[in-house]
């Protein structure tokens, strides 16, 4: 996602990262937050 945004790699793949680490952490087939307000508390 973050590459076809026009992110560099290291900020695309640090969004995969945490996109991939909220997902893994709960139950469940949907996300308890948003994943963009996520990253963007993470990212800043």
Do not use: C, T
């Not at 973050?2 to 640090?14: I, N, T, V």
């Not at 996109?19 to 308890?32: Q, T």
Request: charged residues 10%; proline residues 5%.
């Amino acid at each position: 996602f973050g590459l076809s945004q026009g992110a560099d790699l290291p900020h695309a793949a640090r969004l995969g990262s945490i996109a991939a680490a909220e997902v893994i952490s709960h139950l469940g087939a949907r996300p308890g937050r948003l994943l963009s307000a996520v990253a963007a508390s993470i990212l800043g």
